[in-house]
């Protein structure tokens, strides 16, 4: 039992592997399922009003999701585990305001050392959590809803009245969501390779599978010799680390920062990852599906204001959309439980 | 497996008596920080502001209390009590009398907390995700039916719970009806078998189950419950703030689990009490309350209330946290599996 | 033995609850101690008075328009206090609600406030509050947004006609008098947008090929906004203007012209703070915009306070406020003040302003 846990992707056929291989199709079902729903709604829309998908709606659609699929992608790691991350609103604007506010005292410091300093600050943001979740063995809620307040205070303590204002920042900075390729922004490429990097982490690679266990089964995943703790040290301190980069691409995107970047940004996340295929009690889903999931949630904003349907609706319907998601998936889930218990039933032991 | 559940349940009451000793300690502690920094502290005056200012929230944490024991969570409280405000505010500005106001209102809390609780118990789905869903929803909802309108033209008969106190006390209407409350569901909870069935559905809601309990029955009323206090909270934040305006009470949702989590209810379930909550709620309200008076910089207010949660999950744990410490550096298991 | 335990747990908050409703209860007599009006019917035309404890409370602490307005280093509010020898004190919450501000208000009314500078979050839900406040002999001062009836003075930043009016001015210049314009707002329920667009609707009608084609509400939330001003661009592709009257709004529409196809093609105009508009301005995706000097509005409304308060002034109309070196205003209709004119921001005097920042 223990092998089949530890193994690479695509081992022999021990007797686990038939249940894994169908676990395997629902994954991409519900993988397929979200991209198919988002093609659907897409097509739909630009139906109705053409101008949804010209070139410059892309972009925008585009630039607007990057922030959403990065954070979606963290969280999902999270997730899987069966935690939860409450604090990334809170990172990305403490990350975006302490970072792009170098610009102004130092004028001539490289993009890079910037990106750095927001990765860094988003680093220590999730290793604090990830220290507090593992070593303390403390529901992850209650410590990321705690973090939650503790660095949005400590945000607004730095920043105080002050904002970053846009004309302090290099045109080399400003210009990174516009720059594009054919009309693709580049940064919406760099994410999706980012985000393909994530979902194969997750999906191939030993640590990353170890996650869907403990999310599975933390008992078992630690019986089994998995060293939960540290995964889930790495999965937090990985989410922190994305917060931080994410806040300063929210800098450049947005270029007035001040106290209130990114506040509710977490549960629009999380809301994201839920639609996107991730069960919220861990074990299942996937960082592809969850940045889908960002993106539909982006495009509905999108579509709504393109089809000049009144604000007023926006809320409603996200609210209900989600709803929808969670029942299908509970659905599919079901469906998927007694097909194994059927699969199981054959094979013995 | 009766008999674990017992022992479950008097360790978690055991656990709890020293968690409440905490916190009134705690209180006696804010209390007295509070007065020596201001002498305007213990005035009746400030108690009543104080009041004033958190008797919905306090209102909340209540059946918020009864969910989480019972093994969920409500994340549309806040969102409840803003689309009943909203339906006040509709419904006042079209004419109808108060009082089938008031029927619609609760009406239509009850109809929001069944739609939570049959999606949690029928269908099965996890509560932390379907009520991220319905805050969504019900805010939805308040926006669609106020807009950009505020309603404020409250007969001031009702909007004076704002500002006078209950005739011959200082204490303010929102208070009066949490203490009440707060009495209704203290018996609930600690003297009923319902209220034992609530803790065993937290704490092993199989066993709850074999033991006859009928876990989706308490837990819809549970919710059903949530959302009708909510409602009434909604109206009592109309009136107080004589304004119906679509986002009234954003944000709350967050505040209103804190309080309940510094009360020492355990967000995995089946541990807690009532008289913890009520506690925090005085700790919470009088905290912020002091730390007003002594021209503390508000901007940080948040770091206080997030170090007092990471102190309510750290305490109890922290025998147990030095206990494992060794073994979790080494990443071994507790018990040594054979190498693969 | 569980249920003695439990019995048990009571004790302890009864006996609090008690000593709280014991205290509660005891009527003792009334308000706070020091509600420190030493004022004994002095006569109108004396020195003001020293000393006065004077609060000022924002929509919000934190929020970057205020400390402009407030503070000492930009000459605000609080730098007026100082100068007439008051003890000036900021304070308010860090959402911009009114379930957030009023506690602040009551704190302040509680430790002896002699005034209150407010800027409402909302018009009516603080009246009772503020109602209560005047009863006690406090004196309220509203700026930036009012409380209309529940306060002595209002301290108005511009008329709401004036800026109405200016902006669909300042837009129709820019696109040559045609065309189909659009509104970026702030909350849908937001007193003053909705002010001033009132006034925009009706200064619109003495442009007949300009159309107002649709308001949409960016929610003073950058994101909200950036793509409110997108689907306003998409939907509406004959767009040539957009006025936004508020200054989150008014720079992620800049943001969204500048990088976009539609820079130089879509006019932009509103409210907004130079140094944080400087860009924009400078590389032309905005040609003006306005605002009225916060640091001034803070000032004016602590020497009308001052002022109430000492009795110099009752807040009737035709009164003469001497304020320091902003010189003299005259009271106007409704216990209001008016600051002056909008001020319009172009490239050629963006630079004038750069000490508006930190």
Redesign the interface.
Known sequence: MTSTVTERAGSAATPGSGSRRLTERVFRIRESGIIAVFLVFVGVTTAIHPEFLNQQNLQFLLVNTVVYALLALGETMVVISRNVDLSIGSVLGLSAYVSAGLFKPHPGIPIPVVFLVGLGIGLACGMANGLMVALGRVPSLVVTLATLYIIRGIDILIVGGNEVTAQTLPNSFANIPRANVLGVPYLAIAVAVVIGAGAYYLRSFRSGRELYAIGSNPEAARLAGIPTGRRIFTAFTVSGAIAGVAGVLWAAQYQTVDSTAGTGYELTVISAVVVGGVAIFGGSGSAVGAAVGALLLSSITSALNVLGISQLWLEAISGFLLLLAITLDRIISLRLQAALRRRSAGVGT | MERDLTARL?AA??A??RW??GL?LL?IAIIIFGAVT???F????????TG??SGEIAIMALPMTLIIISGEIDLSVASILGMSSALLGYLWARHWPMLAIFVMVALLGIVAGLINGL?VTR????S???T??????????A??L?????I?NFPAGY??I??NPLP????PYNVAIF?VLAVIF?IVL??TATGRSIYAMGASPEAALFAGIRVKRVKTMLYVISGLVCALAGVL?TF????A???N???LE?DV??IV?LGGV???GGKG?L?GV??AV?AFAAL??AL??T?F???????????L??V???AP?AA??LH??PR?AR?????A??S? | MRRTVRRALWAPVVLLSASALVAACSSSGGSSSASGSSSSGSSSSGALKKGLKVYVIPKNLGNPYFTLADSVKTGGALAALGTLGETGTETSGTAATPASQIPAIQAAITKGANALIVSATDPSALCPTLKSAMAKGITVVTYDSDAPSCRDIFINQASSQAIGESEVDLLAKEIHDSGEIGIVSAAASATNQNTWIGYMKQELKKYPKMKLVSTVYGNDDPTTATQVTQGLLQHYPNLKGIISPTTVGILAAAQVLDTSKYKGKVALTGLGTPVAMKKYVEDGTVQSFELWNPANLGYLAAYAAVNFASKKITGASGQTLSAGKLGSFTIGADHTILLGPPLVFTKSNINNYNSWGF
Do not use: C, D, K, M
């Not at chain 2, 107080?240 to 304004?243: D, E, G, H, K, S």
């Open positions: 008097s009451a055991r709890s008596l409440e000793a009134g209180v201001s002498p305007q213990l005035t009746s005056v400030n108690f009543f502001n004033v200012s999606l269908v099965g789905l996890p932390l995700a379907v991220i869903g319905t805050l969504a929803l019900y805010r939805g909802v926006l669609i106020l807009g950009p309108n505020t404020s909007t004076n704002g500002i011959g006390t200082q204490i203490v203290g600690h003297f934040w107080r703030l004589a304004t305006v679509q986002n009470g954003l944000g967050l689990v804190a989590l355990s967000i995995f009490t008289a009520v506690l005085i912020q309350n007003l008076l021209n910089n508000q901007e940080a207010t948040g770091i206080v209330i997030g170090a949660l990471l309510s999950v750290f744990n147990a946290l494992g410490l979790w990443g071994r298991p507790r018990r599996a054979p693969p």
